[in-house]
């Protein structure tokens, strides 16, 4: 169905950057009679559940991750400043000009009017096929709310150009829609439903808008405090509930780390919606090309040399993995190196590299500063920038430079990945997951909800730490230690910021944020501008407040 769909995603790309305007030619005419049925729908709703798929392998990704306590984009020497935009995710001092957040309007905007051409097409949004189809659209309205506040409400075809409505309006459109198909959705959880929406991930994006919804009804953005009564965390614990219930999922159908792999897919009982990723047809992940260390290419087959290795988790946000025999300890690897194989470290192979004193320190100056020698390859917990570095957060392009901060394996590649893929990797990326459900339902009873089934914060905590080999907990749990569990389980999946900003610490000082002291009070940040590209053509629009227009 390409043909017919390529025509839909141009549209999608006019409108974030002018509006949806009339379509010339009836996009019904395109077929003799509408095939009803579900194998039909799922043909031609392909490119609703593709449209964010590049931004969720990298730039929304990068965006939650950077703006966040858990790891900083550094610039080795003059490489990878790329004019400061990842930088500003680091410092909150974000523009509208940034890129990255330009991918992600865009691509959201583009999931919500394939989503609307397609729901043309079935002409009926009460049937049974149509329910998926709302699901995504409701979705990418959440991408746009939880980010950027204020959004056009998009159903149908749109004549004139439309207006952003409140956030709280956005927030209570996403609750009608979902609660209105969610029972009309799939209750198959197998291959076939993989990736794709079914009721589970309806309640489940449901429980993530209801443990939020004091955070996106708040009149502003700067007037939510953690303290703010949340009218709806009985219903965080109801869709929670449902989920459980369905005996759909678990914790335990395999490792920690292993559900993260090249090889993941529907045997991860775990996971309850997925971005899918090949290196080959489904491509867009490439969280491992900027955790790479920089010289160490060669500890993959053919890996192409265009490496960033420019992330490296802040010590503070690595120090929360201290939890005697918790498999999740091993998502950071540091200190020295060796080559793997077969996902261990194979600890009779060091990772030497070929170098000098002055390639492991550029300011060396002794003697032997050229003389060459094997160095194994150490990286250091702590990331320190050079005197001058302050303005590009340049940590040098030497060894010691590369080699500062830990690194995150949880992604770890594909060691098949080859120039031919451009770093692309077959990762699967969880977006909502059944861990998640178990914490947000503890979460929701410490904020005031009423217990249910005999569970506790304290016992769903420990269904987590008992399939990861962590301790369990002993004493009841504060809602510090949910969010410290939260950091342990969810790293590098892009959920860090919105805990944050509900637990009112996203204006908390971590890494170099002292280089923008006024960020420490922006609380508009906690959404962020529209992108200039987009409100220059839809001139009707206002900036966010805070933010330059």
Same mark, same amino acid.
């Given at each position: ?153 998009? $159903? ?202 002055k390639g492991i320190d550029q300011d060396y100056v002794g003697a032997d500063a050229d003389a060459q020698f094997e160095w194994q ?15 590009? @957060? ?51 009873? @410490? ?59 996203f204006e908390d000082k971590w890494g170099f944020r002292d280089l923008y002291p006024a960020g420490y009070t922006e609380k ?17 629009? $206002? ?7």
């Amino acid at each position: 169905m390409r043909h017919i769909i390529k025509p839909f995603v141009f549209t999608a790309l006019s409108f974030s950057i002018l509006s949806c305007t009339d379509l010339d030619v009836d996009i019904k005419s395109q077929f003799t009679e509408f095939p009803d049925n579900e194998r039909a729908a799922e043909a031609i709703s392909a490119d609703v559940y593709t449209a964010y798929r590049g931004a969720m392998g990298r730039d929304h990704w990068m965006v939650q991750t950077l703006s966040a306590d858990e790891a900083v984009s550094v610039s080795m020497g003059s490489d990878w400043y790329d004019g400061g935009q990842y930088r500003q995710f680091h410092v909150h001092n974000w523009n509208a000009d940034n890129g990255m957040l330009t991918n992600m309007w865009n691509s959201a905007i583009v999931g919500i009017v394939n989503s609307n051409n397609v729901l043309t097409i079935i002409n009926n949004d009460e049937a049974d096929i149509a329910a998926p189809i709302r699901a995504m659209r409701a979705f990418y309205h959440f991408i746009l709310m939880d980010n950027f506040g204020a959004a056009p409400i998009l $159903k149908g075809r749109v004549e004139v150009q439309p207006d952003r409505s409140p956030r709280p309006e956005v927030c209570r459109f996403i609750e009608s829609e979902l609660l209105e198909i969610k029972d009309k959705l799939p209750t198959t959880v197998n291959s076939s439903t993989y990736g794709k929406v079914t009721k589970y991930m309806a309640e489940a994006l449901l429980a993530k808008l209801y443990l939020n919804w004091s955070v996106y009804t708040a009149q502003n953005v700067e007037d939510y405090t953690p303290n703010a009564s949340n009218e709806k965390l009985q219903e965080v614990v109801k869709m929670c509930d449902n989920i459980i219930a369905s005996n759909q999922f678990n914790l335990t159908s395999h490792k920690f780390l292993e559900k993260f792999r090249p090889d993941n897919g529907p045997q991860i009982k775990d996971f309850i919606f997925v971005m899918p990723y090949d290196k080959e047809s489904q491509q867009g992940m490439t969280f491992s090309r900027f955790w790479i260390h920089r010289s160490a290419q060669n500890q993959f087959a053919n890996l192409p040399q265009s490496v960033g290795g420019t992330f490296r988790v802040l010590p503070t946000y690595l120090d929360k993995f201290n939890l005697a025999g918790d498999e999740r300890n091993a998502s950071y690897i540091g200190g020295k190196q060796y080559y793997w194989s077969n996902y261990q470290e194979d600890r009779t192979r060091p990772f030497l590299i070929r170098t000098s004193k002055k390639g492991i320190d550029q300011d060396y100056v002794g003697a032997d500063a050229d003389a060459q020698f094997e160095w194994q390859l150490e990286l250091t917990r702590d990331i320190i920038l050079r005197p001058d570095g302050a303005a590009t @957060l340049n940590v040098g392009n030497d060894q010691k430079g590369r080699s500062m901060g830990y690194r995150s394996i949880k992604f770890y590649m594909d060691v098949n990945v080859t120039s031919a893929h451009q770093r692309n990797q077959s990762n699967d990326v969880p977006i909502f997951r059944y861990a998640d459900i178990l914490l947000m339902k503890a979460e929701a009873i @410490l904020r005031g909800a009423s217990a249910t089934n005999g569970e506790t914060p304290m016992s769903l905590i420990n269904q987590i730490r008992s399939y990861v080999k962590a301790p369990l907990l002993t004493i009841a749990p504060s809602l510090q230690d949910l969010l410290d569990e939260r950091a342990r389980e969810f790293a590098d999946e892009s959920w860090r910021r919105n805990d944050l900003i509900r637990y009112g610490k996203f204006e908390d000082k971590w890494g170099f944020r002292d280089l923008y002291p006024a960020g420490y009070t922006e609380k508009f940040r906690r959404i962020f501008p529209v992108p200039t590209t987009v409100l220059n053509l839809n001139n009707i629009w $206002k900036q966010n407040p805070g933010y330059v227009n």
